[in-house]
């Protein structure tokens, strides 16, 4: 068996009147991501870790920024996207555990659904999820409200040697 850990990690920075999508769910919180895409950092740093496991490069080189097909993108294509890419080279995931770092939006209740969309997208069930929220207690961007991240970090494993 053949496994590989991957790191992701992601920033967006926060402004009034954005949306804030995490985890492919639209919180309500009078701050969002400012982002190309539709600022789904949970998701981005997922698809770093998943990308980098394989050995894939990150999000930025299959999908640039600069490149239009993006604008708005709903982050979910983008992860499905990268999955279809791990498990064309025979891989699946073992497991998944990420934290956003956010002062607010307090994330407790949504997390359930977070982690119900993942195991969709990654084809995989639920326990092999887990989401964590922590405040940085004011300190930092994120303490200021200025921004958001995530660190996610990943096992894949292939049958193939």
């Not at 990690?9 to 009034?16: G, I, K, M, S």
């Not at 740093?45 to 496991?53: R, V």
Request: hydrophobic content about 40%.
């Amino acid at each position: 068996m053949n496994i590989r850990i991957g790191q992701g990690y992601d920033v967006h920075r926060l402004a009034a009147g954005e949306e804030l999508w995490l985890g492919g769910i639209l919180i309500p919180h009078e701050k969002g991501t400012i982002a190309h895409s539709d600022g789904d950092v949970l998701l981005h740093a997922i698809c770093d870790a998943l990308l980098g496991a394989a050995g894939l490069r990150d999000i930025g080189y299959h999908f640039p920024d600069t490149d239009m097909v993006y604008k708005s993108i709903d982050s979910k294509i983008l992860l499905a996207k990268v999955y279809k890419l791990i498990t064309k080279k025979g891989y699946s995931l073992v497991n998944l555990d990420a934290t956003i770092t956010a002062q607010r939006p307090k994330l407790k209740e949504w997390i359930p659904q977070m982690e119900v969309i993942l195991a969709e997208i990654l084809e995989c069930s639920v326990d092999r999820i887990n989401i964590k929220a922590t405040t940085t207690e004011k300190l930092g961007f994120e303490g200021r409200e200025e921004g958001i991240s995530v660190q996610a970090v990943v096992l894949i494993e292939s049958k193939v040697k």
